[in-house]
């Protein structure tokens, strides 16, 4: 359609893709916002009770459907199995259901949406992962009906498994265990995906190495869901952005925006006369 000049998309990075290349294949403006997914490396040193807090809210807030959801655990060292542990302790009295009736995760938004994450943990476990908290039997009282899957924690997650490699969206948080930072750097690096990610620590050091070396769009420190403030660019790095230019903040604007650079004078009579060098404004 001519009339539009501009399009700004989000979705999964198939079709972010498919957006992209066909808009600007007929001279629109695109920005794409694609898939993610999103680690958060945990170091020895980070108060363990706060990241395990953070873990669950990032994990399983909105079911897991956003794409801002922390859903890959990077352990680094000898703190994993505290770090599951406590988290696990968090988990367990977690309560799915409606919504409206106190309950503290509600359904996902589709049945077939529903059965594809739980196919995900069932390759997880075929994988050889450690299913810690099960959300794949879970259903709501006095709900007979609805899309449930609790909030589902999986440990001794590799890289090379399914559960790892795609975007889930779902409520499913996925922990790998890493000797070193460098580890948990690279395998984050080495990822497609470059949206959000997190660490958490206490170590000012570490945490500003960390900013400048990782290759993800919006990072937090002890902070597990990066999302910044509307003035400022929301956006990823990698598969997770097609185009120039970010959503929200001045680039947001930009992009919706046509320029127009008006350069004008009223003269003062005294002000005419001939001069052939180059105009300036003053």
């Known amino acids: 359609n001519n009339k539009i000049k501009a399009i700004s998309f989000v979705g999964s990075t198939p079709i972010a893709q498919y957006v992209y290349s066909t808009g600007t294949a007929h001279g629109k403006r695109v920005q ?34 956003r794409c801002m959801a922390i859903s890959a655990l990077v352990a680094v060292g000898d703190i994993a199995d505290t770090l599951v542990a406590k988290i696990t302790e968090r988990t367990t009295p977690l309560v799915t259901g409606d919504g409206t009736t106190g309950s503290d995760m509600g359904p996902l938004v589709t049945k077939a949406h529903r059965d594809k994450v ?5 390759a997880g476990e075929k994988d050889g992962a450690t ?12 709900e007979a009906d609805g899309f449930w899957l609790g909030p589902t924690l999986i440990d001794n997650v590799t890289t090379d498994m399914s559960i790892y490699t795609d975007e889930i969206f779902g409520p499913v948080l996925s922990v790998v265990r890493v000797d070193t930072y460098d580890q948990a750097l690279q395998l984050i690096n080495d990822n497609p995906y470059g949206n959000g990610t997190a660490i958490f620590t206490n170590d000012g ?13 919006m990072v937090g420190i002890n902070v597990p869901i990066p999302v910044p403030m509307a003035y400022y660019s929301f956006g990823g790095w990698k598969n997770s952005l097609f185009g120039d230019t970010h959503a929200h903040g001045t ?7 046509r320029g127009k650079a008006v350069t004008s004078r009223w003269l003062d009579p005294s002000h005419g006369g001939i001069n052939l060098g180059f105009p300036e404004n003053s």
């Open 32 to 65: 794409a916002l694609g898939g993610a997914k999103n680690h958060a490396i945990v170091l020895p040193d980070a108060d363990l009770d706060l990241a395990a807090d953070a873990m669950v809210n990032a994990g399983f807030g909105s079911a897991g459907e």
């Open 205 to 217: 050091g570490a945490a500003r190495r960390f900013q400048n070396e990782v290759e993800v769009g």
């Open 131 to 142: 299913i810690v908290v099960d959300g794949r039997g879970v259903t709501a009282d006095g």
């Open 251 to 257: 680039e947001g604007v930009h992009f919706f925006t």
């Open 118 to 122: 739980a196919s995900y943990v069932d």
